[in-house]
């Protein structure tokens, strides 16, 4: 039953689209930051013009509304924090490609495995591709401005979207830019939703720029006697401007997860090496001259190397980085996964300073990610019934957040800001940074209800509750 004026006028105006049943209310309730805040209503449009009705009567009637894709996001940026509604993109799911210009027109709650299918059956590419891709949404990956392992070589969302389409907060239609690979007319605005999470705007559809198809992919495993070897080796590496699609390093921590996972050791009589993980693409040509270096490369630099000769064993040396997240858990019940950003000039002083957090706090730090752009994920493992280990986990969180800032980098890479990051905003932004944010929101959403309780206000997420739930994409 419909529970406020505002709720009732909605399902005259939109029927059977609007659920306020309990179990839909609790579905929307949280995303994957797994914190509760229940809804009044959620709206599954059909047709994007929908979006705009429900804009205009919560602007009218003053009521929150959050948008949602998929929930993958794992800083509570999709939970609806206020009440009020949530939007549902996941039924505006068109995909089509224009095989001649290499765009896909998109909807918004397409998941951004089936663009890359679509791409793929006609010999493109669209790079960006964070590891939920199964699940998650392109309009979420435009509000996060998701990234992935490609990132390195191709860069993150922002760098594919050519066009977006949707609704101001105060309902009006809106497009920024077009169907085309240049545009000049007008402030960018484009880019400003980008990365907004869901604060600016309601993406509806999307044109995503492709590349064509590599032809080749080659991929190569190396391990190292230490991180900062391994650290070291990749940047001799870059410095001969060799760019892998992928190159993805784990630390000893994590490669011990993945061991353990397995059963088997990744290089025989080695365990508990760190490992680069690379992965050429491109013509077979520029693969093959590359890959040619590289093997000379991991000569050099690397304790031991494995190449894949087949796709199959590729496979197989991705295991490692596939199992190592989910075993994790073997190291305690929680989680704080900061997706981090350090600039390449300082990955060593990060690498020490990472084993010194692990000395400080007294827990397992296993940290991985993307060192082509510096993209590392550190997961700060600790059991929350235990209170010492609860201490420990926040205050080395604090300590790594103002370490990465001091180190020229990023509080996050990826995964944005949402509840979890609002405590370390303001170590990465000066006041007046944060003064013309709030600016731009209040200018587009004057009466503040779009996605309200994010960003800015202060939220100690992990204080909160956690549902004890299993979600389709969780490792474990
Ligand atoms: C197992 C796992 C692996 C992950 N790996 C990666 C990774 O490799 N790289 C990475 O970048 N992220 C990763 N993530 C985080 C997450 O998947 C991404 O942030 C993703 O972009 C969220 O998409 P979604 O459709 O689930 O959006 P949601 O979680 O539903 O929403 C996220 C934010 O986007 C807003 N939003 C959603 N749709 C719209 C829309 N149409 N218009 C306006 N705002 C909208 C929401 O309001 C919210 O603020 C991972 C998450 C999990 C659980």
């Given at each position: 039953?419909?529970?406020?004026?505002?709720?009732?006028?909605l399902?005259?105006?939109?029927?059977?689209?609007?659920?306020?049943?309990?179990k839909?209310?609790?579905?929307?309730?949280?995303d994957s930051?797994k914190?509760?805040?229940l809804?009044?209503a959620?709206i599954?449009?059909?047709?994007?013009?929908?979006?705009g009705?429900?804009l205009?009567?919560?602007?009218?009637?003053?009521?929150?509304?959050?948008?949602?894709?998929?929930?993958?996001t794992?800083?509570?940026?999709?939970?609806?924090v206020?009440?009020?509604?949530?939007?549902?993109?996941?039924k505006?799911?068109?995909?089509?490609?224009?095989?001649?210009?290499?765009?896909a027109?998109?909807?918004?709650?397409?998941?951004?495995?089936a663009?890359?299918?679509?791409?793929?059956?006609?010999g493109?590419?669209?790079?960006?591709?964070?590891?939920?891709?199964k699940?998650c949404?392109?309009?979420?990956?435009i509000?996060?401005?998701?990234g992935?392992?490609?990132g390195?070589?191709?860069?993150?969302?922002?760098d594919?979207v050519?066009?977006?389409?949707?609704?101001?907060p105060?309902g009006?239609?809106?497009?920024?830019?077009?169907?085309?690979?240049?545009f000049?007319?007008?402030?960018?605005?484009?880019?400003?939703?980008?990365?907004?999470?869901?604060?600016?705007?309601?993406?509806?559809?999307?044109?995503?720029k492709?590349?064509?198809k590599?032809a080749e992919?080659?991929?190569?495993?190396?391990?190292?006697p230490?991180?900062?070897?391994?650290?070291?080796?990749?940047?001799?590496l870059?410095?001969?401007?060799?760019q892998?699609?992928?190159?993805?390093f784990?630390d000893?921590?994590?490669?011990?997860?993945?061991?353990?996972?397995?059963g088997?050791?990744?290089f025989?009589?080695q365990?508990?090496?760190?490992?680069?993980?690379m992965?050429l693409?491109?013509?077979?040509?520029?693969?093959?001259?590359?890959?040619r270096?590289?093997?000379?490369w991991?000569?050099?630099?690397?304790?031991a190397?494995?190449?894949?000769?087949?796709?199959?064993e590729?496979e197989q040396?991705?295991?490692?980085?596939?199992?190592?997240?989910g075993?994790?858990?073997?190291l305690?019940?929680?989680?704080?996964?900061?997706?981090?950003?350090?600039?390449?000039?300082n990955?060593?002083?990060?690498?020490?300073?990472?084993?010194?957090?692990?000395k400080?706090?007294?827990?397992p730090?296993?940290?991985?990610?993307?060192?082509?752009?510096?993209?590392?994920?550190?997961?700060?493992?600790?059991?929350?019934a235990?209170?010492?280990?609860?201490?420990?986990?926040?205050?080395a969180?604090?300590d790594?957040?103002?370490?990465v800032?001091?180190?020229?980098?990023?509080?996050?890479?990826?995964?944005?800001?949402?509840?979890?990051?609002?405590?370390?905003?303001r170590?990465?932004h000066?006041?007046?940074?944060?003064?013309?944010?709030?600016a731009?929101?209040?200018?587009?959403?004057?009466?503040?209800?779009?996605?309200?309780?994010?960003m800015?206000?202060?939220?100690?997420?992990?204080?909160?509750?956690?549902m004890?739930?299993?979600?389709p994409w969780d490792?474990?």
């Amino acid at each position: 039953m419909p529970k406020s004026a505002a709720t009732s006028a909605l399902k005259r105006k939109l029927g059977k689209l609007v659920d306020t049943s309990e179990k839909g209310c609790w579905a929307a309730s949280f995303d994957s930051s797994k914190i509760s805040f229940l809804p009044e209503a959620v709206i599954t449009p059909r047709r994007e013009a929908d979006i705009g009705v429900v804009l205009l009567l919560a602007n009218r009637h003053r009521v929150p509304v959050t948008v949602r894709g998929r929930g993958t996001t794992l800083m509570g940026s999709a939970a609806p924090v206020r009440g009020g509604w949530v939007i549902d993109m996941l039924k505006l799911n068109s995909v089509r490609i224009d095989e001649d210009a290499g765009m896909a027109h998109v909807g918004a709650g397409v998941t951004t495995a089936a663009v890359q299918h679509a791409a793929d059956a006609r010999g493109w590419f669209y790079p960006p591709d964070p590891s939920s891709k199964k699940y998650c949404t392109i309009g979420g990956n435009i509000a996060c401005n998701a990234g992935g392992m490609h990132g390195g070589k191709y860069g993150v969302t922002r760098d594919f979207v050519l066009a977006v389409r949707g609704f101001l907060p105060t309902g009006e239609f809106v497009e920024w830019g077009t169907a085309t690979k240049k545009f000049a007319a007008g402030f960018n605005l484009r880019d400003l939703w980008i990365g907004s999470e869901g604060m600016l705007g309601v993406v509806t559809g999307a044109v995503l720029k492709l590349v064509p198809k590599p032809a080749e992919r080659w991929t190569l495993l190396t391990s190292f006697p230490h991180e900062t070897a391994a650290l070291k080796a990749a940047k001799a590496l870059f410095r001969h401007r060799i760019q892998p699609a992928i190159c993805e390093f784990l630390d000893r921590e994590s490669v011990l997860c993945a061991e353990r996972a397995t059963g088997h050791t990744v290089f025989a009589g080695q365990p508990g090496k760190p490992v680069l993980l690379m992965e050429l693409a491109g013509s077979a040509a520029e693969v093959r001259e590359q890959s040619r270096f590289m093997l000379y490369w991991a000569k050099k630099y690397a304790t031991a190397h494995r190449v894949a000769r087949s796709r199959a064993e590729a496979e197989q040396l991705w295991e490692v980085r596939r199992k190592c997240s989910g075993a994790m858990f073997e190291l305690g019940d929680s989680k704080l996964n900061e997706d981090i950003v350090v600039p390449m000039r300082n990955y060593e002083a990060f690498a020490r300073y990472i084993t010194r957090l692990k000395k400080k706090s007294k827990l397992p730090i296993p940290t991985f990610g993307h060192l082509a752009d510096g993209n590392l994920h550190v997961n700060i493992m600790y059991h929350r019934a235990n209170p010492r280990e609860t201490k420990a986990a926040e205050a080395a969180v604090q300590d790594l957040m103002e370490t990465v800032v001091s180190l020229g980098g990023a509080i996050s890479g990826e995964h944005g800001i949402g509840l979890a990051k609002t405590p370390f905003l303001r170590l990465q932004h000066r006041p007046a940074q944060v003064m013309a944010m709030q600016a731009v929101k209040k200018a587009l959403d004057p009466r503040g209800i779009l996605n309200p309780g994010k960003m800015f206000q202060e939220v100690r997420i992990w204080k909160y509750p956690k549902m004890k739930i299993h979600l389709p994409w969780d490792h474990k």
